[in-house]
């Protein structure tokens, strides 16, 4: 389909990095399923390496790609690497989205984001609250009034 | 291989109508409006059509007007009964609340203007009732519009019996019957209609042509303004290959509703059977007063437009009411009208069928279509949640 690049297709098609880590150091989910999108990102973390990260998505075509492009941009890298991450970066990886999917390359950010978060979080690491998103008032994924968030 | 079932969307083109079409393009090319002999042709031509077309539906070949397809029609049918409902102090419009986007649009534009619209519940199965309609009708209602079948979950209103009522009060009653014509015994007459919106390329016609019938007495107020076209209530040069091909595939349609609707249907209700199999999956619309093509299911734990990609890929061709496949943020209005929550909404799958739909086809349909929501609840957040019991499922 014309709709996406052969890049978002492959990592739609064959998706990077998709299950679950048990013992996780890190677990980050963002996105609604009342808006359609829903993305849970696993992070194992050795001495601040990313070791492993592991994704499960609940959405279109360009979330679950965008989910795999992102795991694989941040697999083995730093966490501050990780942490430096945009979803342009991850668009971009995938060759470009349309215009109104660009949502999902951003929930894919946050998604790590937020399992950086409870990394920190889990390990008493400090960190600051401002780099990370809030779902309360981000309306990437959905329109306020329906983010159960 | 290739299966083609999306034919709510759009149909493959007949031999019969392309046939019918091809002398009006360099052979019979004239003007109807033009006073020579190729410009007669071609007007006698659009005459036949006009009456061909009449007979199929069963009114007066004066009561139709050709339109550029069923959108247009629906704008200038609710607008005319409007306008003349105005005239008489009459600003009240009753309709449902999943018709398509031809008739809401139409109906908020009107509300704008000063115009009280209900829209009737649909409740779970997709059906209204006469008594809603009754009941509904008040001395300032100009206009009832309800659909004759729903695009989304092909369900069937009781058109007859809403006529009637309409009639008893002394209400116009329009009908969209886009998904319809061709596929349903339809007589214009007898069922109580007073305006009726078709397309030709839902039943093997070509795009860009429809209908709109108005009894006599019901005057159209233009869309577009010009010629003397079209009893002068619709200006521009006609379509005549478009006409030509939609009256041939109209006849021919008509002509052999019974056999090809029963042979549909079963392998509808085989289409139906097979998918019901799958774990928290659930049909949407009533199972009996439904088109012989329509099959639309909701899947639980995940998203349609992933599901119509991936379908894409094993070659078979379908439609979801996915925020994700329509460019908006809010799944279709029709799964929400029958109460379907939102996250359900985005796993909804629509296959609709035809004649060529063959029994393999459909075997093949539910193997991919379990393999494939299988997959995307394996990767499912979602899904691992409803398992693990850590929130509760909605399809039981």
């Known amino acids: 389909m014309a709709l996406y690049s052969e890049k978002v297709m492959d990592h739609f098609r064959n998706p990077r990095n998709v299950g679950v880590i048990e013992d996780a150091d890190g677990i980050g989910e963002v996105g609604n399923a009342k808006c359609g999108d829903i993305m849970k990102i696993y992070l194992k973390i050795e001495n601040d390496i990313i070791v492993d990260v592991k994704f499960e998505t609940f959405g279109c075509g360009s979330a679950i790609a965008s989910s795999s492009m992102a795991t694989e941009l941040i697999k083995g890298k730093p966490v501050s690497e990780a942490m430096a991450l945009t979803n342009k970066a991850v668009a971009e990886a995938l060759d470009g989205l349309p215009a109104h999917k660009l949502h999902c390359s951003v929930l894919a950010e946050e998604a790590i984001?937020?399992?950086?978060?409870?990394?920190?979080?889990?390990?008493?690491?400090?960190?600051?609250?401002?780099?990370?998103?809030?779902?309360?008032?981000?309306?990437?994924?959905?329109?306020?009034?329906?983010?159960g968030q | 291989m290739t299966i083609y079932a999306d034919n709510a969307a759009t149909t493959k083109m007949s031999r019969t109508a392309i046939e019918a079409m091809l002398p009006y393009m360099d052979k019979i090319y004239g003007n109807p409006s033009s006073l020579h002999s190729v410009g007669q042709k071609a007007n006698e031509a659009?005459?036949?059509?006009?009456?061909?077309?009449?007979?199929?539906?069963?009114?007066?070949?004066?009561?139709?007007?050709?339109?550029?397809?069923?959108?247009?029609?629906?704008?200038?049918?609710?607008?005319?009964?409007?306008?003349?409902?105005?005239?008489?102090?009459?600003?009240?419009?009753?309709?449902?609340?999943?018709?398509?986007?031809?008739?809401?649009?139409?109906?908020?534009?009107?509300?704008?203007?000063?115009?009280?619209?209900?829209?009737?519940?649909?409740?779970?199965?997709?059906?209204?009732?006469?008594?809603?309609?009754?009941?509904?009708i008040c001395p300032d209602t100009c206009l009832v519009t309800v659909m004759y079948a729903n695009n989304e979950i092909g369900t069937i209103q009781p058109i007859r019996e809403i006529g009637a009522v309409c009639r008893e009060k002394g209400v116009i009653f329009h009908t969209d019957a886009v998904q319809a014509v061709g596929h349903l015994h339809i007589n214009i007459r007898e069922e109580n209609i007073d305006m009726l919106s078709l397309s030709a390329h839902k039943f093997h016609g070509p795009k860009g042509v429809g209908v709109l019938y108005a009894r006599k007495g019901i005057p159209l107020t233009n869309l577009i303004e010009g010629g003397a076209q079209e009893r002068g209530k619709r200006a521009g040069t006609e379509n005549i290959p478009a006409i030509m091909g939609m009256a041939a595939a109209l006849q021919e349609a008509?002509?052999?509703?019974?056999?090809?609707?029963?042979?549909?249907?079963?392998?509808?209700?085989?289409?139906?059977?097979?998918?019901?199999?799958?774990?928290?999956?659930?049909?949407?619309?009533?199972?009996?007063?439904?088109?012989?093509?329509?099959?639309?299911?909701?899947?639980?734990?995940?998203e349609g437009e992933s599901l119509l990609l991936l379908l894409d890929d094993k070659g078979v061709y379908a439609s979801s009411g996915s925020a994700c496949t329509s460019g908006s943020l809010d799944p279709s209005h029709v799964l929400l009208a029958i109460g379907r929550p939102h996250e359900i909404a985005h796993g909804s799958l629509r296959l609709s069928l035809s004649e060529e739909t063959t029994r393999e086809e459909v075997d093949y349909m539910i193997d991919a279509v379990k393999d494939v929501v299988s997959y995307l609840r394996s990767i499912s957040p979602v899904w691992r949640d409803l398992v693990n019991g850590k929130s509760n499922f909605v399809i039981q």
């Open chain 1, 113 to 147: 984001k937020a399992a950086l978060e409870d990394y920190y979080k889990k390990n008493g690491l400090t960190y600051d609250p401002t780099l990370f998103p809030n779902c309360a008032n981000c309306g990437h994924c959905c329109k306020a009034d329906q983010c």
């Open chain 2, 46 to 136: 659009l005459t036949a059509a006009r009456e061909q077309v009449a007979a199929c539906l069963g009114c007066d070949a004066r009561g139709i007007t050709f339109t550029s397809g069923g959108s247009e029609a629906d704008n200038q049918a609710i607008l005319s009964a409007a306008r003349l409902g105005q005239r008489k102090g009459k600003k009240h419009i009753i309709s449902t609340a999943f018709e398509h986007h031809a008739v809401l649009h139409t109906l908020n534009r009107l509300e704008k203007q000063g115009f009280e619209i209900t829209l009737l519940d649909v409740h779970e199965n997709g059906l209204i009732t006469p008594e809603q309609v009754a009941d509904a």
């Open chain 2, 254 to 302: 008509c002509g052999k509703i019974d056999s090809t609707s029963a042979q549909i249907s079963a392998l509808r209700d085989k289409l139906i059977a097979g998918l019901s199999e799958i774990p928290h999956s659930v049909l949407n619309g009533d199972a009996v007063r439904r088109l012989p093509s329509n099959v639309n299911f909701c899947f639980e734990g995940i």
